[in-house]
């Protein structure tokens, strides 16, 4: 069992930046790929980026080149690095634990989430 914190977010003016973090607690995070979900007001949860246990990684077409993910086992920790925001970035962003075949699947407990917004 994986127990997920996220935090990093805030209010920041459209162009700006923000690093988000998503601390694991247990002994399985080395093992598990992980990814980075988003929900607007009004929206549905949607997939961001993901990173497998080898290290590759992807993002969703709306936020290429500008966000990355990365994790760093040692911390049980993944990052998202959002550079160039857009107000439609706005949303609450969540990790997971996700299982990937031909679809990705969070398997674990959803998080509190952490709140991004961005500003006009």
């Known amino acids: 069992q994986v127990q997920l914190v996220e935090s990093g977010g805030g209010l920041v003016q459209a162009g700006g930046s923000l690093r988000l973090s998503c601390a694991a607690s247990?002994?399985?995070?080395?093992?598990?790929?992980m990814a980075w979900y988003r929900q607007a007001p009004g929206k549905q949860r949607e997939l961001v980026a993901t990173?497998?246990?080898?290290?590759?990684?992807n993002v969703v077409d709306s936020v290429k080149g500008r966000f990355t993910i990365s994790r760093d086992n040692a911390k049980n920790t993944v990052y998202l690095q959002m550079n160039s925001l857009k107000p439609e970035d706005t949303a609450v962003y969540y990790c997971?634990?996700?299982?990937?075949?031909?679809?990705?699947?969070?398997?674990?407990?959803w998080g509190r989430g952490t709140q991004v917004t961005v500003s006009s």
């Open positions: 997971n634990v996700v299982k990937i075949t031909v679809v990705t699947i969070p398997i674990g407990s």
């Open positions: 247990g002994n399985m995070f080395g093992i598990n790929a």
């Open positions: 990173i497998t246990t080898g290290g590759r990684t």
